[in-house]
């Protein structure tokens, strides 16, 4: 190891460290030196959605003293705006160690005169969003990892508005956080008096929340027995989704029991990821058994959600982001049409990667569609600048993520299953099921297909290796892909979108962000972004064709998952 290291691993073990994790590094250090290398090389970066890494000792892992020096910096700069005084929410999931992580963050808050309140349980991360708001709170924090595996941890922070942090805040908070050099300048304990338990009450202020964004409570009435199998995936969404169903007025709902009980070590999964196939496969199988007519399971947090429906020969399928994305909104703008509430001055919020069929659809309601950076905070955003002057509907991302109607702030999982089977009563009360409508919706918009691939570059280089990858992208772009000429380059680092036809540029009116993206001759768009979370780089590829007819599905499918083939062999991915 080199110097900065060991003097990073002395440091902790002559320090205010407990004696559990000075042995714990004394072990390291006969039995796994690389290891200890790893977990003090540097320290776990609070970046601007807060820390996420794995857990153990060292300052470059999740634990009680790397979460006590980031809660310290956060209480710092959160009295600094609000001298007048401050509460925060803190919420966790079921993950090992989440528990005790919120109730470290809670002490450390309260140490400083904070008012905490904290939820006596696990809960999910879109109610911390909603309990913010309601209590009038300046700022919460979630421990969570989200959907990584079970090694890891995370630490999510959020504003007064229950969205997580944007600038200036987001830059703010983690230069505070970055002044706290030593354990010893933590306020570990001394205003346990300040925090206060948060329970049913708050979850019954939700659940009645969730209940008025439904458009047709009619149509569940007459479809109350829609049959809908659910997983939770060991996480905390066992907690309020099954409620929220039946406050909607489904009667029907299965629990995937396998998978039920909140579980830090995810005993049924490799990945606690609802985008992973095979994180589905009980659902899957019990939605057989039952001839269900949905399939929804939920992340660790429940902040994201995938579906499963039966295709036109009876086979169940799993729903891609993007395409979960395309029913809801879809669903949301046709309903609100149909019902005569949809307002002159209605907007829907994507991303710079999510599918251009949101464009679509929105432009065939005469809706404003807005695109940010990736990241519901930069949604709630757009919402707090527009608010007053439009009207937000709904907002997602191809990540798995909807945010129905502003009173949350952040991706909401448990409203989306809620809306996602209210949609299914609706097709079905026309005899029809979500898969055809999705066909439906090709037919009206265009056939499009999309594909995200994450390489992983793990270890102390892995960072670097990224980074290399994308100032090949951008120092030389590539000319042709697949055949088809690159017409449009968008830096959204530099701002800057250059169309390469006429060499003519216009800025890229959003805040920096290291993503690059390709506009091809024939309507195909790629981009490349390194992950915010995780030792990854990610390329969304986006296809389109037009589809005469429902019947021409399968052949028009295939020639775009050819053509995404073609893509990612020329690019060399």
């Known amino acids: 190891m080199n110097e900065a290291i060991v003097k990073r691993v002395n440091t902790w073990l002559d320090g205010a460290i407990d004696q559990a994790s000075k042995e714990e590094i004394n072990r390291l250090q006969q039995q796994d030196p690389q290891e200890l290398a790893d977990a003090f090389y540097r320290d776990l970066e609070f970046g601007t959605g807060g820390l996420r890494g794995l857990m153990g000792v060292g300052t470059n892992r999740m634990n009680k003293y790397t979460v006590g020096m980031a809660t310290q910096g956060f209480s710092n700069y959160l009295k600094s705006c609000f001298p007048e005084g ?128 439904s458009i047709y409570p009619d149509v569940i009435r007459a479809q109350k027995d829609l049959k809908i199998v659910y997983t939770p995936i060991h996480g905390t969404g066992i907690k309020l989704v099954p409620a929220v169903l039946r406050r909607f007025g489904f009667e029907q709902i299965h629990i995937v029991e396998e998978q039920a009980t909140p579980d830090g070590n995810f005993p049924t999964v490799a990945y606690p990821n609802p985008e992973e196939s095979e994180a589905m496969d009980y659902g899957l199988r019990l939605a057989a058994k039952l001839d269900a007519d949905i399939l929804c399971g939920t992340d660790p947090d429940a ?212 993503v690059l993206q390709f506009v091809l001759s024939d309507g195909s768009i790629i981009a490349a972004r390194p992950s915010g979370t995780e030792p990854k780089i990610k390329f969304y590829f986006s296809v389109y064709a037009p589809l005469a007819s429902s019947t021409a599905y399968e052949q028009v499918a295939a020639a775009l998952e050819a053509r995404i083939n073609g893509i990612v062999a020329d690019m060399k991915l």
């Open 86 to 213: 401050v509460s925060v929410a803190i919420a966790h999931d079921s993950r090992n160690n989440s528990r005790f992580f919120a109730e470290t963050t809670a002490n450390v808050f309260a140490a400083n005169g904070i008012r905490v309140f904290l939820f006596e349980d696990l809960r999910p991360t879109p109610e911390l969003s909603f309990a913010i708001r309601t209590l009038g709170c300046k700022g919460g924090v979630v421990c969570t990892a989200s959907h990584n595996p079970k090694e890891y941890n995370g630490y999510k922070a959020y504003w007064d508005d229950g969205s997580q942090l944007v600038s200036p805040h987001d830059k703010n908070v983690i230069a505070e956080v970055a002044k706290i050099q030593s354990v010893d300048e933590v306020r570990w304990s001394g205003g346990e008096h300040l925090i206060t338990p948060l329970s049913a009450e708050m979850d019954q202020q939700y659940i009645e929340m969730v209940a008025g964004l």
């Open 303 to 514: 902040d994201r959600l995938a579906i499963g429906v039966k295709d036109d020969k009876g086979k169940w399928v799993l729903m891609n982001g993007n395409q979960t994305a395309v029913l809801a909104f879809n669903y949301m703008l046709e309903a609100r049409k149909a019902k005569g509430i949809a307002g002159p001055n209605d907007m829907v919020v994507t991303t710079i990667v999510t599918t251009p069929m949101i464009d679509a659809i929105a432009r065939h309601y005469g809706v404003n569609c807005y695109r940010v950076l990736t990241g519901f905070k930069w949604i709630a955003d757009l919402i707090r600048q527009k608010e007053e002057k439009e009207n937000y509907i709904i907002g997602g991302e191809e990540s798995f993520g909807l945010m129905i109607g502003d009173q949350v702030r952040d991706k909401d999982g448990v409203s989306a299953v809620a809306l996602l089977c209210e949609m299914a009563a609706y097709e079905k009360q026309k005899g029809r099921s979500l898969y055809q409508k999705m066909i439906d919706l090709y037919v009206q918009f265009g056939c499009y297909q999309e594909r995200l691939l994450s390489i992983t570059k793990k270890g102390m280089d892995g960072q670097q290796q990224i980074a290399d990858m994308m100032n090949r992208f951008r120092l030389d772009p590539p000319v042709l892909i697949n055949g088809a000429q690159v017409v449009a380059l968008l830096d959204f680092e530099s701002g800057v979108q250059k169309d390469l036809i006429n060499g003519v540029t216009t800025a890229i009116e959003l805040p920096r962000s290291n």
